[in-house]
Nanobody, 116 residues
Framework: QVQLVESGGGLVKPGGSLRLSCAASGFPFSSYAMGWYRQAPGKERELVISITSTGGTTTYADSVKGRFTISRDNAKNTVYLQMNTLKPEDTAVYYC?????????WGQGTQVTISS
């Protein structure tokens, strides 16, 4: 059974940083491109950034370019999202999932709130 468990969110002031983690299990993690997605209040879930099985990255949300970095540790079946210079508009629930194909069932996500 596939499990995606996101963690690391919290309340941070503008300009701060957070590092999110997503622990994956139940599928051959190292073979899959993975992505971080987010859903802000009242908005649809969007793909923010992704990483290939071998570490190549692509940023899809222009608003996070230069501030967010994705990485993975295939030995730990974990994908990370380093978020720097956070802004109020980054407030959302953050999720991880496959990058391509039919997505797995979503995990619970991790809430990120940027507020002074």
């Amino acid at each position: 059974q596939v499990q995606l468990v996101e963690s690391g969110g919290g309340l941070v002031k503008p300009g701060g940083s957070l590092r999110l983690s997503c622990a994956a299990s139940g599928f051959p993690f190292s073979s899959y491109a993975m992505g971080w997605y987010r859903q802000a209040p009242g908005k649809e879930r969007e793909l923010v950034i992704s990483i290939t099985s071998t570490g190549g990255t692509t940023t899809y949300a222009d608003s996070v370019k230069g501030r967010f970095t994705i990485s993975r540790d295939n030995a730990k079946n974990t994908v990370y999202l380093q978020m720097n210079t956070l802004k109020p508009e980054d407030t959302a629930v953050y999720y991880c999932n496959k990058r391509f194909g039919i997505l797995f069932d979503w995990g619970q996500g991790t809430q990120v709130t940027i507020s002074s």
